[in-house]
């Protein structure tokens, strides 16, 4: 399998780091000059190209790691092209891109692949299979959190919602898929939103209740509020036979945590961790290698990707007009 990588940033560097430990080969990276591209390339035994239209006769496979707002041309691109995509989360900006990028691939006969890398953590994979396996009853209410500082990238269009959706898609959206693989379809979300004194620019704390079709809730928190390098996450699922609990990291001292923005250290752009030998970020690649060269289906379809977005679109929606938004039962795209 053939490979090339859109976009040359942090995450494009993330998926050529996972990509080394499947057997699939990396062919070329495409980005803008003066970025990392050229050393991204040199260091994977792969091309630099500006230009997608450059390689892709000589790809199987299109891995779009570049901002949201780009996510929906390279799709459409690589499947006129007759390309198998790999979409990073979340899958567009808006519910109607999703569904033009599934139609897009389905017409061509290619198949579209979202990571929703969540999915592939072992604490929270593990969750989900022991609610699976019934072994708290059915899911009747779940505590999502995800906290963590704001991206810090020079040209910072994470900050820029009509480039990344804002904090609540862009963030909250690994929850929001985590919820529904859980608990099932979402059919109403409540959303509250608050700005702190750092951020003028766009929303960076926010609440959002999601009631499943099944009756189940979940409680989803998101936060670009706290100074680097703070990334905390935690997962709750309650059901009438028991309690699945996880904190991550967990401390056993007091910490202390001070905002610096100048002079900061530590990653530009969070990034969670695992455990595990294998990076999820790894085993979530080797799942979609195996799907695309087996034909099977993938772990994380863009039907999945779809309906995030659809949530996550409205809890932006709930947040701005202080009112509960009704989900209505998405058509699958012809």
Not at 63 to 84: S, V
Not at 125 to 142: F, N, S, T
Not at 171 to 191: I, K, S, T
Not at 275 to 284: D, K, N, V
């Amino acid at each position: 399998m053939r490979v090339a990588i859109i976009g040359t940033g942090f995450m494009g560097g993330v998926h050529a780091e996972a990509w080394s430990h499947t057997p699939a080969r990396l062919i070329a990276f495409v980005g803008k000059p003066g970025a990392q591209g050229e050393a991204l390339a040199g260091k994977y035994g792969a091309r630099f190209v500006t230009d997608l239209d450059a390689v892709l006769a000589d790809v199987d496979v299109v891995d779009i790691c570049t901002p949201t707002d780009m996510h929906a041309e390279f799709t459409l691109r690589a499947a006129a092209a007759g390309r198998h995509v790999i979409c990073e989360k979340p899958l567009a900006l808006t519910v109607a891109e999703c569904q033009k990028m599934i139609r897009a691939c389905r017409a061509a006969g290619v198949r579209l692949l979202v990571a929703q890398v969540l999915r592939f953590f072992p604490e929270y994979k593990l969750a989900r299979m022991l609610v699976a396996r019934g072994e708290i009853g059915p899911p009747a209410v779940l505590r999502l959190s995800r906290a963590t500082f704001r991206p810090r990238k020079a040209d910072n269009w994470f900050v820029d919602a009509n480039r990344s959706g804002g904090m609540i898609l862009d963030l909250m959206v690994h929850d929001f898929d985590y919820a529904r693989w859980v608990a099932g379809d979402v059919v109403r979300v409540f959303a509250k939103a608050a700005r702190t004194s750092a951020a003028p620019d766009g929303i960076d704390h926010a609440l959002a209740i999601l009631t499943h079709r099944s009756g189940a809730l979940s409680h989803v928190e998101g936060s670009w509020a706290f100074p680097p390098p703070v990334f905390r996450t935690h997962l709750e699922i309650a059901g009438a036979s028991g309690l699945i609990e996880f904190d991550g990291p967990a401390t056993t001292a007091v910490e202390v945590h001070l905002r610096d923005e100048e002079g900061a250290a530590g990653s530009e752009v969070p990034l969670p961790t695992s455990p595990l030998l294998e990076s999820p970020f790894a085993a979530q690649l080797r799942a979609f290698h195996d799907a695309l060269v087996q034909g099977s289906e993938p772990p994380v379809s863009a039907e999945d990707g779809l309906a995030a977005v659809q949530i996550a679109r409205a809890a932006i929606e709930s947040a701005q007009r202080g009112v509960p938004v009704e989900i209505a039962p998405l058509h699958q795209p012809q």
